[in-house]
């Protein structure tokens, strides 16, 4: 007997959800309009960070560029050699965007030039007050439109606290209920049986119940209001319910964290046929990223790309983290060799940098949920940690580069 990933109940909700959010035609259409950089610079410049872009962009002309490091070091690239794609983890909110944005422009010309990550990750409670009072905008502004980064990855943690209108109205909407808490001024936050606390979803581990509907609500007003089209932390409910949700929603999409890795290729088929039960007309999925788990080893990576390839789905890009900061997993971590063995096996992956391999009393877990005020105050020893990343992974990918591996950073460090 076969059994249906979602019921009949399940997905009349979702289809709620998303009419109530416009239908999918409206938010594929939003989302494109939101990511308009003149649009953007519009609604920034109306919510006090015209003079934050203003500088971001003159810094950005500053950028080093890969092809100059190409052709003063006779760069050959073997095309039996898989492609690299940079990332970097910790983008956290405007000031601390800046600050990196500063901080890479100043390396032109030096003997360590950085080069802006072609794929960036944030890990920031999408609360009212960041999706809404312009930061995130500003910061998805800085990433995509100015250093021209590829993809914005944000987090949905859906212990953040709501309105508690918001609560019940979609319930209303869907005929679910949703176990809470009171917070604070009007606010509620989904009680997390297992975790305990406002934030305990981060590794995807309680989506308990009908949880999975609030994620899909907390990422679809997110890319209504910004355009950001690129989300991280589902759990396995998520998983499905976004496969079913975007299928005719080609501009949201989402990233399979490390946290919810799949460490083998088991794990990886599993995820493979909940992707293929809810496979867009056009053959890719609402799955654009997998994190490769960080218990797994070249040969397994290569492996699953095998697999992934089989598979026919277009479109998805697997990852794995080369670094890790100390308190996100073991001590010492390096997965470096890893690296180069699966990129000389000709597969592509992207190479991820969660820590830059050295210890910085701010490249930690704890750093992703410092409060906002306290954040801005630290922002330019954020944006240091941060850039620290960003060298490693440009010193890697100059490695690779001199191998022969096409290494892959942001546009605006690869073209004037």
Known sequence: MRYPLLSDADMKAIDALKEHHGGAEKIVSTIRKMRDFETRKRILAEKGFGKMIEEAEAYAKEFPQVEDFEKENGIIYNDAFGTGTSQVSGFQGAKVTHECIRRIAESAGTDEPCFAPQEMISVVALTDNYIYNGDLLATLTMAENIMKASKFCSTNLIGIPQPESRFRELEALTGEKFERYECECGTCALTLKNQGTPFGNFGGIEVANNNHLIYLDGITRTALATGGDFFLN?????????????????????????????????????????????????????????????????????????????????????????YINPDLGMPNFNW?????????????????????????????????????????TIAKDIG???????????????????RGIRAIFARSCQQR
């Not at 609402?286 to 397994?300: D, K, L, R, W």
């Open 234 to 322: 589902p759990s396995w409910s998520t998983i499905i319910a976004i496969c079913y949700y975007g299928r005719d929603i080609p501009n949201l999409n989402i990233k399979i964290s490390m946290l919810l890795a799949t460490q083998n290729p088991m794990q990886f088929r599993m995820l493979l046929n909940i992707m293929n039960e809810y496979i867009r007309d056009d053959g890719t999925s609402p799955i654009y990223e997998i994190n490769i788990g960080n218990g797994s080893t070249a040969a397994n990576f290569i492996q699953c790309a095998k697999e992934l390839d089989a598979s026919e789905i277009k479109g998805v890009s697997l990852a794995a983290h080369i």
């Open 336 to 376: 470096t060799d890893h690296m180069f063995r699966v990129l000389e096996s000709g597969t592509d992956m992207t190479f991820k940098y969660e820590s830059d391999g050295t210890s910085h009393e701010l490249d930690t877990m704890a750093t992703y949920f410092i409060p906002e005020d306290e954040r801005d």
């Open 384 to 402: 240091e940690v941060i850039y620290n990343k960003a060298i490693r992974a440009s010193k890697d990918g100059r490695t690779m580069m001199k």
